[in-house]
Protein backbone atom coordinates (compact mmCIF):
# COMPACT_ATOMS: atom_id res chain seq x y z
CA UNK A 1 0.00 0.00 0.00
CA UNK A 2 1.07 3.72 -0.72
CA UNK A 3 2.51 6.02 2.01
CA UNK A 4 0.45 8.41 0.89
CA UNK A 5 -3.34 7.60 -0.36
CA UNK A 6 -5.63 9.85 -2.20
CA UNK A 7 -8.65 9.49 -3.11
CA UNK A 8 -10.56 9.87 -5.85
CA UNK A 9 -7.91 9.47 -8.20
CA UNK A 10 -9.87 10.87 -10.88
CA UNK A 11 -13.28 12.92 -10.36
CA UNK A 12 -15.71 14.52 -13.26
CA UNK A 13 -18.43 16.68 -11.28
CA UNK A 14 -20.45 19.91 -12.44
CA UNK A 15 -20.31 23.61 -11.52
CA UNK A 16 -21.90 23.88 -8.16
CA UNK A 17 -21.64 20.83 -6.87
CA UNK A 18 -20.04 19.91 -3.91
CA UNK A 19 -16.59 18.15 -4.04
CA UNK A 20 -14.43 16.09 -1.49
CA UNK A 21 -10.59 15.16 -1.86
CA UNK A 22 -9.49 12.27 0.77
CA UNK A 23 -5.55 12.01 1.86
CA UNK A 24 -4.60 9.44 4.37
CA UNK A 25 -1.02 8.73 5.11
CA UNK A 26 0.71 5.49 6.71
CA UNK A 27 4.21 7.14 7.57
CA UNK A 28 3.22 8.74 11.21
CA UNK A 29 4.30 12.34 9.76
CA UNK A 30 2.64 15.31 11.82
CA UNK A 31 2.85 17.94 8.92
CA UNK A 32 0.23 17.30 5.96
CA UNK A 33 -0.60 19.89 2.85
CA UNK A 34 -2.62 19.92 -0.11
CA UNK A 35 -0.84 21.63 -3.65
CA UNK A 36 -2.84 21.99 -6.89
CA UNK A 37 -1.46 22.13 -9.95
CA UNK A 38 -2.55 23.13 -13.66
CA UNK A 39 -0.99 22.64 -16.53
CA UNK A 40 3.08 23.41 -17.45
CA UNK A 41 2.67 24.92 -13.72
CA UNK A 42 4.50 24.53 -10.56
CA UNK A 43 3.12 23.17 -7.54
CA UNK A 44 0.87 26.03 -5.11
CA UNK A 45 0.27 25.19 -1.80
CA UNK A 46 -3.44 25.24 -0.82
CA UNK A 47 -3.76 24.51 3.01
CA UNK A 48 -1.53 23.46 5.43
CA UNK A 49 -1.59 21.53 8.96
CA UNK A 50 1.17 20.74 11.34
CA UNK A 51 -0.80 18.73 13.47
CA UNK A 52 -4.83 18.30 14.14
CA UNK A 53 -5.19 21.48 16.14
CA UNK A 54 -2.94 23.75 13.58
CA UNK A 55 -4.35 24.32 9.82
CA UNK A 56 -3.18 26.82 7.55
CA UNK A 57 -3.70 28.56 4.74
CA UNK A 58 -1.71 28.41 1.84
CA UNK A 59 -1.07 30.64 -0.91
CA UNK A 60 -4.66 29.90 -3.21
CA UNK A 61 -7.07 28.84 -0.33
CA UNK A 62 -10.33 31.16 -1.71
CA UNK A 63 -12.48 28.34 -2.72
CA UNK A 64 -11.15 25.56 -0.46
CA UNK A 65 -11.67 24.50 2.82
CA UNK A 66 -9.69 21.49 4.44
CA UNK A 67 -10.10 19.09 7.61
CA UNK A 68 -8.10 17.24 9.55
CA UNK A 69 -9.62 14.71 11.19
CA UNK A 70 -6.95 12.78 12.31
CA UNK A 71 -3.12 12.73 12.68
CA UNK A 72 -3.20 10.41 9.58
CA UNK A 73 -6.24 12.52 7.58
CA UNK A 74 -6.66 15.43 5.31
CA UNK A 75 -9.55 16.00 3.79
CA UNK A 76 -9.96 18.58 0.94
CA UNK A 77 -13.16 20.60 -0.08
CA UNK A 78 -14.61 22.48 -3.34
CA UNK A 79 -17.99 23.68 -1.30
CA UNK A 80 -19.57 25.12 -4.39
CA UNK A 81 -16.94 23.60 -7.66
CA UNK A 82 -16.08 26.19 -10.44
CA UNK A 83 -14.13 24.96 -14.03
CA UNK A 84 -11.22 27.26 -12.88
CA UNK A 85 -10.82 24.27 -10.09
CA UNK A 86 -10.58 22.13 -12.77
CA UNK A 87 -6.63 20.58 -12.08
CA UNK A 88 -4.46 17.79 -10.42
CA UNK A 89 -4.70 18.19 -6.66
CA UNK A 90 -1.51 16.58 -4.37
CA UNK A 91 -1.77 15.61 -1.19
CA UNK A 92 1.67 15.60 0.58
CA UNK A 93 3.16 14.81 3.83
CA UNK A 94 6.38 15.63 6.14
CA UNK A 95 8.01 14.85 9.83
CA UNK A 96 8.20 17.77 11.95
CA UNK A 97 11.21 19.88 12.47
CA UNK A 98 14.02 17.03 12.82
CA UNK A 99 15.51 14.29 10.32
CA UNK A 100 13.42 14.33 7.45
CA UNK A 101 11.63 17.34 8.00
CA UNK A 102 13.07 18.70 4.30
CA UNK A 103 10.93 15.85 2.15
CA UNK A 104 7.70 16.02 1.61
CA UNK A 105 6.21 12.37 0.36
CA UNK A 106 3.67 13.12 -2.36
CA UNK A 107 0.31 10.72 -2.87
CA UNK A 108 -0.64 10.17 -6.82
CA UNK A 109 -2.65 12.58 -7.31
CA UNK A 110 -6.23 13.26 -7.74
CA UNK A 111 -7.71 14.99 -10.74
CA UNK A 112 -10.61 17.21 -10.98
CA UNK A 113 -12.26 18.13 -14.00
CA UNK A 114 -15.06 20.59 -13.35
CA UNK A 115 -17.74 20.89 -16.26
CA UNK B 1 6.38 36.32 -0.69
CA UNK B 2 8.31 33.96 -2.36
CA UNK B 3 8.97 33.64 -6.19
CA UNK B 4 11.72 31.16 -8.21
CA UNK B 5 12.62 30.97 -11.61
CA UNK B 6 13.89 28.22 -13.53
CA UNK B 7 13.98 27.50 -17.27
CA UNK B 8 10.79 25.90 -18.91
CA UNK B 9 12.29 23.32 -21.11
CA UNK B 10 15.95 21.33 -21.28
CA UNK B 11 16.77 19.19 -24.05
CA UNK B 12 20.10 16.70 -23.99
CA UNK B 13 21.78 13.63 -25.42
CA UNK B 14 22.11 10.06 -23.88
CA UNK B 15 25.39 9.95 -21.47
CA UNK B 16 25.49 13.90 -21.07
CA UNK B 17 25.66 16.05 -18.27
CA UNK B 18 22.89 18.44 -17.87
CA UNK B 19 22.42 21.48 -15.60
CA UNK B 20 18.83 23.17 -14.26
CA UNK B 21 19.51 26.23 -12.49
CA UNK B 22 16.77 27.86 -9.91
CA UNK B 23 16.68 31.70 -8.88
CA UNK B 24 14.54 32.62 -5.84
CA UNK B 25 13.63 35.47 -3.77
CA UNK B 26 12.37 34.95 -0.53
CA UNK B 27 12.36 35.91 3.34
CA UNK B 28 13.11 33.68 6.30
CA UNK B 29 15.19 31.33 3.65
CA UNK B 30 15.90 27.31 5.10
CA UNK B 31 16.80 25.96 2.42
CA UNK B 32 16.15 24.77 -1.14
CA UNK B 33 14.85 20.95 -2.67
CA UNK B 34 14.81 19.45 -5.82
CA UNK B 35 11.76 17.17 -7.08
CA UNK B 36 11.41 14.79 -9.90
CA UNK B 37 8.14 14.59 -11.68
CA UNK B 38 7.18 11.86 -15.07
CA UNK B 39 3.99 13.07 -16.48
CA UNK B 40 1.69 13.88 -13.32
CA UNK B 41 2.66 11.52 -11.37
CA UNK B 42 3.70 12.23 -7.60
CA UNK B 43 6.76 14.19 -7.24
CA UNK B 44 9.37 12.55 -5.96
CA UNK B 45 12.46 14.23 -3.57
CA UNK B 46 16.14 14.53 -5.02
CA UNK B 47 17.95 16.34 -2.78
CA UNK B 48 17.84 19.17 -0.21
CA UNK B 49 20.70 22.08 0.17
CA UNK B 50 20.25 24.42 3.33
CA UNK B 51 24.29 25.19 3.54
CA UNK B 52 26.19 26.57 0.20
CA UNK B 53 28.06 24.09 -1.06
CA UNK B 54 27.40 20.56 -3.22
CA UNK B 55 25.07 17.60 -2.46
CA UNK B 56 26.18 14.55 -4.45
CA UNK B 57 23.68 11.59 -4.47
CA UNK B 58 24.65 9.05 -7.39
CA UNK B 59 24.47 10.26 -10.50
CA UNK B 60 21.97 13.58 -9.18
CA UNK B 61 23.85 16.68 -7.58
CA UNK B 62 22.76 20.55 -5.81
CA UNK B 63 24.52 22.99 -5.64
CA UNK B 64 23.75 25.88 -3.45
CA UNK B 65 25.00 29.35 -3.10
CA UNK B 66 22.39 31.46 -0.59
CA UNK B 67 24.50 34.95 -0.91
CA UNK B 68 23.40 34.50 -4.63
CA UNK B 69 20.17 33.23 -4.41
CA UNK B 70 20.83 30.71 -6.78
CA UNK B 71 20.62 26.71 -6.71
CA UNK B 72 21.22 24.15 -9.42
CA UNK B 73 20.62 20.49 -9.97
CA UNK B 74 23.33 18.62 -12.14
CA UNK B 75 22.35 15.00 -13.66
CA UNK B 76 25.34 13.38 -14.60
CA UNK B 77 25.32 10.34 -17.44
CA UNK B 78 21.81 10.95 -18.67
CA UNK B 79 19.46 8.15 -18.79
CA UNK B 80 16.48 8.32 -21.00
CA UNK B 81 14.06 7.34 -17.78
CA UNK B 82 15.54 11.35 -17.14
CA UNK B 83 13.03 12.27 -19.08
CA UNK B 84 10.56 14.18 -16.45
CA UNK B 85 9.97 17.90 -15.08
CA UNK B 86 12.22 19.11 -12.38
CA UNK B 87 11.07 21.67 -9.96
CA UNK B 88 13.40 23.30 -7.16
CA UNK B 89 11.00 24.11 -3.91
CA UNK B 90 12.07 27.23 -1.62
CA UNK B 91 11.37 26.05 2.12
CA UNK B 92 11.23 29.16 4.49
CA UNK B 93 10.10 30.54 7.72
CA UNK B 94 7.63 33.13 6.23
CA UNK B 95 5.31 33.01 7.93
CA UNK B 96 5.11 29.91 9.01
CA UNK B 97 8.36 27.59 9.17
CA UNK B 98 8.25 24.38 7.34
CA UNK B 99 6.50 25.56 3.98
CA UNK B 100 7.52 25.14 0.70
CA UNK B 101 7.12 27.09 -2.26
CA UNK B 102 7.66 25.42 -5.90
CA UNK B 103 9.09 26.77 -9.29
CA UNK B 104 7.19 26.14 -12.68
CA UNK B 105 9.10 23.45 -13.39
CA UNK B 106 11.92 22.41 -16.08
CA UNK B 107 10.60 20.11 -18.56
CA UNK B 108 14.09 17.51 -19.27
CA UNK B 109 13.90 16.34 -22.88
CA UNK B 110 16.75 13.16 -23.32
CA UNK B 111 17.37 12.22 -26.55
CA UNK B 112 19.47 9.22 -27.66
Known amino acids: DADVTQTPRNRITKTGKRIMLECSQT?????MYWYRQDPGLGLRLIYY???????NKGEISDGYSVSRQAQAKFSLSLESAIPNQTALYFC??????????????FGAGSRLTVL | GQSLEQPSEVTAVEGAIVQINCTYQ??????LSWYQQHDGGAPTFLSY????GLEETGRFSSFLSRSDSYGYLLLQELQMKDSASYFC?????????????FGDGTTLTVKP
Open chain 2, 26 to 31: TSGFYG
Open chain 1, 27 to 31: KGHDR
Open chain 1, 92 to 105: ATSPKPGWGANVLT
Open chain 2, 49 to 52: NALD
Open chain 1, 49 to 55: SFDVKDI
Open chain 2, 89 to 101: AVKSGEPRAGKST
